[in-house]
């Protein structure tokens, strides 16, 4: 099973900054709507999914602001944000074809197509699905329901938007991939490094004891001839030495030109 590698501390911010600015465009924006719509058409059932809207991204905001930070809890708290915005979508559209009225839907599927692009955290699957079900929801209005756009073109541009807004979740997770590999890479260079420079370290820290137990080995194979036995194995220790430091000096070399 392949390990998900931890998000990094600019991976959490920015999950969190694109939540939490969906989070209060929702919440103002809807707020203002509720308002607008409530004096213009009174208290109908697209003012209560509006103030329903409200009461959910207010949640949102307060899950992001209260838990602590995970892209995790920033991509349930955008969720929230964001899947209102379609059932909002939908009883307006009905609500204003029901009335006879006419309202231009086909900007308000777009702008939220874009902002869903621009502001998702890191996963693109969730909003790249909310992305399709806004097209789809268009194309079936237009030719189930035969609610007709108002602007020329319609649906097409939408699905055109759509299109655009997936391609752009697409390139901003590979961006991210990149940049977390970037950063892998660094990090494991970084790590390489220090282990070349303890290597070193012990092979020089090692020299000077060295030295000085071969400089004994002859003094006592020169001065002692009695104690022959151990100059030999003072000397054998001092070859076994000569060969870990030859060790630790290629495997610091090899850690030198490891490959990233």
Request: with cysteine.
């Amino acid at each position: 099973m392949t390990r998900v590698p931890a998000a990094t501390a600019p991976e959490i911010i920015e999950a969190r900054r694109g939540a939490a600015t969906a989070a209060i465009i929702a919440l103002a924006g809807e707020a203002t709507l509720a308002v607008v719509d409530a004096r213009t058409l009174g208290w109908t059932a697209l003012v209560a999914a509006r103030i329903g809207h409200v009461g959910i991204a207010a949640l949102a905001l307060a899950l992001l602001l209260l838990r602590p930070p995970s892209v995790r809890g920033a991509e349930v708290s955008f969720a929230l944000a964001v899947i209102p915005f379609q059932l909002v979508l939908l009883v307006s559209e009905l609500q204003f074809y029901a009335r006879g009225d006419v309202r231009d839907h086909g900007s308000w599927y777009q702008l939220t197509m874009l902002g869903i692009a621009t502001l998702a955290p890191a996963d693109p699957m969730l909003p790249a699905f909310l992305v399709v079900m806004l097209g789809v929801q268009r194309v079936l209005l237009r030719f189930l329901l035969g609610v007709a756009p108002l602007a020329p073109g319609e649906p097409w541009l939408t699905l055109i938007f759509a299109a655009v807004a997936v391609g752009m979740l697409v390139s901003r997770a590979r961006r991210r991939e990149f940049v977390a590999n970037a950063a892998r890479v660094a990090a494991h260079a970084a790590a390489l490094e220090r282990v070349a420079r303890l290597l070193l370290l012990v092979r020089d820290r090692a020299n000077s004891p060295l030295q000085t137990v071969a400089l004994g080995a002859a003094i006592v194979r020169r001065r002692c001839p009695d104690q022959q036995r151990v100059a030999n194995a003072m000397e054998r220790a001092v070859r076994r030495l000569r060969k870990l430091s030859k060790a630790l000096q290629r495997a610091s070399r090899s850690f030198e030109r490891a490959p990233l």
